[in-house]
T-cell receptor, first 111, second 113 residues
Framework: AQTVTQSQPEMSVQEAETVTLSCTYD???????LFWYKQPPSRQMILVIR??????QNATENRFSVNFQKAAKSFSLKISDSQLGDAAMYFC????????FGKGTKLTVNP | EPEVTQTPSHQVTQMGQEVILRCVPI?????FYWYRQILGQKVEFLVS????????KSEIFDDQFSVERPDGSNFTLKIRSTKLEDSAMYFC???????????FGQGTRLTVV
């Protein structure tokens, strides 16, 4: 991806509720991957979920799922049954080799 | 589970000094990357490395930066003469194939004083 945009600098959710983080991208590449990474205060980058662009089926990983709309170049992350440990920065990223990252969304989970 | 390891976790260096950040990628991975994240900002690509040579680099990766895979296991990033604005978290990543996910190390926090 040449550009990745996360329009929500901050989001909050109540524990056990569902939240959706938005991401749009722009690319001229035909083969690419899209990712969501979680970055807790330790600043480690943890892969949450990935989506191959050629696959129509949305990726899911336990409580995490994506809504991949290729024509709209949209790649949102849904977190179900939010837990306190989900609180972190979330980065959307995409590319075919090097990754381009969005600016991140800070997620707060309220007890 | 195999992981990318980076050393040191935190390095403080004086402006103008050379610094080497070290990474051990996952053993069967062929593609290696350095990214950096200035505090409060997004993660930025620096360089990718494949088949013992740089495959792509960003405009951030100027002549002050170099990468090396000296012994088939380590992958290093050298900054020749550090500047205050080089202070950042530096992430090493590796992947098995260019279209597969990159696994990130835990990062090295570089502070230039």
């Amino acid at each position: 991806a040449q550009t990745v945009t996360q329009s929500q600098p901050e989001m909050s959710v109540q524990e056990a509720e569902t939240v959706t983080l938005s991401c749009t991208y722009d690319t001229s590449e035909s083969d690419y991957y899209l990712f969501w990474y979680k970055q807790p205060p330790s600043r480690q980058m943890i892969l949450v979920i990935r989506q191959e662009a050629y696959k129509q089926q949305n990726a899911t990983e336990n409580r995490f799922s994506v809504n991949f709309q290729k024509a709209a170049k949209s790649f949102s992350l849904k977190i179900s049954d939010s837990q306190l440990g989900d609180a972190a920065m979330y980065f959307c990223a995409g590319g075919s080799e090097k990754l381009v990252f969005g600016k991140g969304t800070k997620l707060t989970v309220n007890p | 589970e195999p992981e990318v390891t980076q050393t040191p976790s935190h390095q403080v260096t004086q402006m103008g000094q050379e610094v080497i950040l070290r990474c051990v990628p996952i053993s069967n991975h062929l593609y290696f990357y350095w990214y950096r994240q200035i505090l409060g900002q997004k993660v930025e690509f620096l360089v990718s490395f494949y088949n013992n040579e740089i495959s792509e680099k960003s405009e951030i990766f100027d002549d002050q930066f170099s990468v090396e895979r000296p012994d088939g296991s380590n992958f290093t990033l050298k900054i020749r003469s550090t500047k205050l604005e080089d202070s950042a978290m530096y992430f090493c990543a590796s992947s098995q194939d260019r279209l597969l996910e990159a696994f990130f190390g835990q990062g090295t926090r570089l502070t230039v004083v």
